[in-house]
């Protein structure tokens, strides 16, 4: 039994992950939707990390011109999707003017654009776009976390500030029941779900698991598939690193990957 050392102590016996995996009942969804509602305030006022706090806020004051008249989330990002997805989505974190700006994921810069049209090319999102958190957007079988909830200064949290972020990923693995594939954006988020894994016992070594686009291991049995993707940044995608076509192969692979999964179908989606 999984048992968390953070929150009040009533819901720390239901972080019980394998007990919400076990029945997969009206009840429990339910229960596990609650308990989300009850991490993304969690993660709203958390301030484990003051020096990405305190960047997040600065950007939130000074603003870049374009948005001078907006007001600014400037808080740590939470999560954002649909409690029963299949597919969960693990980012960096969020943009300074994006996800910073309008308090919702992959929101509101050229990350954004691009991933969420792609998203809503290959059925996982109600809209091509998404503004901002009131544009009426939903994600359908897909989840979006990151690996670091703050804005980071240059794109880059510490390993300390990855590692303080790191137990609100593990309690959404716990969290959504039906995952079956992890789709990771970029090699932190690649190696922040590695070292999760390792941290659990759940494998003893990374060095079968090299980073590269669109590439799927199965880390073990009954766990979700792990496919990692280039990151959707702007330095990806203005240079053609990666083009739309090649993030559409990816969730078209996802996709698949829950469907034969969700069959029992285990066999047939090793590494490539
Ligand atoms: S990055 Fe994560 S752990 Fe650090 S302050 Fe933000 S929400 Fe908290």
Redesign the pocket.
């Known amino acids: 039994m999984l048992q968390y050392s953070t929150g009040a102590a009533e819901y720390s016996i239901l972080y019980t992950g394998t007990w919400v995996r076990q029945e997969n009942s009206l009840i429990l969804y339910h229960l596990g939707h609650l308990l989300l509602e009850i991490l993304t305030k969690e ?2 006022s ?5 020096r ?2 305190q960047h ?1 806020a600065e950007i939130a004051q000074v603003k870049r011109r374009a948005y001078r008249d907006q007001t600014y989330w400037g808080l ?2 939470p999560s954002f999707g649909d409690p029963a997805a299949r597919v969960l989505v693990l980012g960096l ?1 969020p943009g300074a003017h994006g996800s910073n700006r309008t308090g919702r994921m992959f929101t509101g810069d050229r990350s954004g654009d691009i991933l969420y049209k792609v998203l809503h090319k290959t059925g996982f999102a109600s809209h091509p776009a998404s503004v901002s958190r009131q544009d009426g957007l939903t994600l359908h079988d897909l989840y979006i976390t990151a690996a ?3 804005a ?1 200064p240059g794109n880059k ?1 510490t390993p300390e ?2 590692r ?5 990923f593990e309690r959404e693995l716990e969290l959504l029941p039906n995952l079956k594939v992890i789709v990771a954006l970029g090699k932190i988020a690649f190696d922040v779900y590695l070292d999760t894994l390792k941290s659990r016992g759940v494998i003893t070594s990374r060095a079968r698991f090299v980073f590269g686009h669109d590439l799927v291991y199965r880390p073990a049995p009954g766990l979700p598939v792990l496919i990692s993707s280039y990151h959707p940044s702007q330095q990806n995608t203005s240079t053609g690193k990666l083009t739309e076509e090649m993030l559409t192969d990816v969730f078209r692979r996802a996709r698949r990957a829950a469907g034969r999964i969700s069959k029992k179908n285990l066999a047939a989606d090793e590494t490539r």
Do not use: M, T
Request: aromatic content about 4%; hydrophobic content about 30%.
């Open positions: 993660i709203i958390c301030g484990r990390c003051p990405l706090r997040s740590p990002v974190a670091a909830h703050c980071p949290p500030e990855l303080n972020c790191r137990p609100y």
